[in-house]
């Protein structure tokens, strides 16, 4: 299946869930925020939210330091 996150495209296994997308790009869930489609989620659900064919997330890592 395939989706695209920050307007690239990925291929994806199928009942893949955000969280498992994350992680696929080598990032701590806990760090990254996530749009899908044009809408915040929040980060309590990625563990919930299953990716479908043409999803677009856009991903921002969150960053400390000054």
Do not use: K, Q, W
Request: net charge negative; glycine share 10%.
């Amino acid at each position: 299946m395939r989706i695209f996150a920050n307007g690239s495209p990925y291929d994806v296994d199928a009942g893949a869930t955000v969280t498992d997308f994350i992680r696929s790009r080598a990032l701590d869930p806990r760090f990254v925020v996530v749009e899908r489609n044009g809408e915040p989620l929040e980060r309590e659900r990625y563990d919930d939210v299953h990716l479908g064919e043409g999803d677009r997330l856009e991903l921002v890592r969150a960053v400390a330091g000054g």
